[in-house]
């Protein structure tokens, strides 16, 4: 855990950054609500073709986060480097301005996830996490180091209200896998097979948001993007996606981890541990709740 400034000042800052956040989700909403998941010319640095809704929602945040003084540095899945704000702030904050943009020509739900770092973007400097679906409603998932659980606020069309605090259970019975299925390695499937012979059900949307959000709302089950034969290293980014999330399960009271099968052993990671050696790395990733993490780590 990192050292805090005073639980006073970061209540404070955690404060303004959460209702900018706020205010930028709806901006951004309004963006989606015009868009038909219109691509631009332009890649990434991951190497994925954005969308103009990639690009602006990009835009809405670091505008937003300019007018908070104690932000000192951002960076975001869409930017090569970090972006240097207020040299005398403590916090930097990692972000993913669109997360499941590619579904946004099928009207499927999108998200917005944050990391907010005390110091470095280090996963042991986290001290608060924050993702926004854009479905029906605009939602957003907040934890901090502050407060157990993670709270869920909806806009109502006037303002954002605190609709409950989500806490996962030991066990749940929802199971989303990505990645492409004839690239897993044995030990994946035989793992997925086995929590759908006991009953488990399958959700996956293809958003990383809105199916870690889906878990959290139902108290558990089983998220993961495993290592893949055409992606050893995963294909979620630990910035801008999975240390956020990581952090978030964890305080709903579950579990994040890494798996890395050799031929000769299985390495399990918490994923809080992990150390990025470049901005946009990657990492096999899974959350759940207790009893599924343990499951899949043994
Ligand atoms: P992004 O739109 O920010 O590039 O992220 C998409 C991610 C994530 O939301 C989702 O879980 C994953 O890609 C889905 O990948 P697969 O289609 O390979 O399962
Ligand atoms: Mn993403
Ligand atoms: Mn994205």
Redesign the pocket.
């Known amino acids: 855990m990192v050292e805090l400034h005073t639980n006073a000042t970061l209540e404070k800052d955690l404060d303004s950054i959460f209702t900018s956040i706020q205010e930028a989700s709806l901006k951004i909403y309004t963006i989606l609500q015009k868009s038909l998941g219109e691509y631009t010319q332009n890649t990434n640095a991951?190497g994925?073709t954005q969308l103009q809704a990639?690009v602006q929602a990009d835009l809405i945040l670091q505008e937003a986060f300019k007018n908070i003084p104690c932000v000192q540095q951002i960076c975001s899945?869409e930017q090569e480097k970090s972006i240097l704000l207020h040299k005398e702030g403590l916090y930097s904050i990692a972000y993913?301005p669109?997360?499941?943009?590619?579904?946004m020509g099928a009207n499927l739900s999108?998200?917005s996830i944050f990391g907010i770092y005390q110091g470095d973007f280090l996963p042991q400097n986290l001290v608060a996490s924050a993702y926004v679906v854009y479905g029906m409603v605009v939602g957003i998932g907040f934890a901090s180091l502050l407060k157990e659980g993670v709270e869920y606020f909806a806009y109502d069309g006037k303002e954002f209200h605190l609709q409950k605090c989500l806490r996962l259970l030991e066990k749940g019975k929802l199971n989303a896998t990505?990645?492409?299925q004839k690239n897993w390695d044995k030990a994946h499937k035989e793992n997925i097979e086995s929590l759908f012979n006991a009953g488990y059900r399958l959700r996956?949307s293809?958003?990383?948001?809105p199916?870690l959000h889906h878990i959290l709302v139902k108290g558990g089950g089983l998220?993961s993007?495993p290592a893949t034969s055409d992606a050893p290293k995963g294909?979620?980014?630990m910035l801008?996606?999975v240390f956020p999330f990581a952090f978030i399960f964890k305080r709903a009271g579950g579990k994040a981890v890494s798996i890395q099968q050799t031929q000769e052993e299985k390495i399990v990671t918490p994923l809080l541990t992990l150390t990025p050696k470049h901005l946009h790395d990657t990492t096999p990733c899974f959350f759940g709740s207790n009893w599924e993490i343990d499951f899949v780590s043994k």
């Open positions: 991951t994925d990639d899945e993913d669109l997360d499941g943009s590619s579904l999108v998200g990505g990645g492409t996956y293809g958003g990383m948001v199916d998220f993007y294909k979620l980014r801008f996606e």
